[in-house]
T-cell receptor, first 110, second 115 residues
Framework: DVKVTQSSRYLVKRTGEKVFLECVQD?????MFWYRQDPGLGLRLIYF???????EKGDIPEGYSVSREKKERFSLILESASTNQTSMYLC?????????FGEGSWLTVV | AQSVTQLGSHVSVSEGALVLLRCNYS??????LFWYVQYPNQGLQLLLK??????LVKGINGFEAEFKKSETSFHLTKPSAHMSDAAEYFC?????????????FGKGTTLSVSS
């Protein structure tokens, strides 16, 4: 079974803090993604990576950055967290034509 | 640009009734289409996918979907709803499996099942 692991399920951070959301996949997938999920808006793509050190902006990259130093790990970084970044963050990785998701990270910024 | 429209943000059915969740897409190339289900406080689980083979696709938990190119639709159905089907369902489209191709999601449909 494909396994995508998001290390933090629930986080509470203060405005202005730097936040790291970590994601690891165990199937040597080249493609990894970060989505944000908000009620009524579905899933929106923040960033994706198709290889180590390669990244592409998605639909809503503002306020976020990413890091992919190793194939199995894709990190989402909030340089200075703001309250409008309170959301559910979903990491995913792709093999051929199927994308597999992690359990999600609930981030609250206060 | 690709897009997905899910008609109806909330669908309610009785247990044993037909489930129909609607999805229309737009894509400039032959699409790959997906349905995912999300239970409370969990990630997304793949229900089924269409990748240009048979137009009627069978998935897990008794769900199926039919790709209709002329209608640009990929509606999800289940003949008889069960209480455990209550969840949020997302339709998604991709324009292929090439490197760097992401899924574009609809806004989701919440399915409620009453006894």
């Amino acid at each position: 079974d494909v396994k995508v692991t998001q290390s933090s399920r629930y986080l509470v951070k203060r405005t202005g803090e730097k936040v790291f959301l970590e994601c690891v996949q165990d199937m040597d997938h080249e493609n990894m993604f970060w989505y944000r999920q908000d009620p009524g808006l579905g899933l929106r793509l923040i960033y994706f990576s198709y290889d180590v050190k390669m990244k592409e902006k998605g639909d809503i990259p503002e306020g976020y950055s990413v890091s992919r130093e190793k194939k199995e790990r894709f990190s989402l970084i909030l340089e200075s967290a703001s309250t409008n970044q309170t959301s559910m963050y979903l990491c995913a990785s792709r093999v051929r034509n199927t994308i597999y998701f992690g359990e999600g990270s609930w981030l609250t910024v206060v | 640009a690709q897009s997905v429209t899910q008609l109806g943000s909330h669908v309610s059915v009785s247990e044993g009734a037909l489930v129909l969740l609607r999805c229309n897409y737009s894509s400039s190339v032959p699409p790959y289409l997906f349905w995912y289900v999300q239970y409370p406080n969990q990630g997304l689980q793949l229900l089924l996918k269409y990748t240009s083979a048979a137009t009627l696709v069978k998935g897990i938990n008794g769900f199926e979907a039919e790709f209709k190119k002329s209608e640009t639709s990929f509606h999800l159905t289940k003949p008889s709803a069960h209480m455990s089907d209550a969840a949020e369902y997302f339709c998604a489209v991709s324009d292929g499996a090439q490197a760097g191709t992401a899924l574009i999601f609809g806004k989701g449909t919440t399915l409620s099942v009453s006894s």
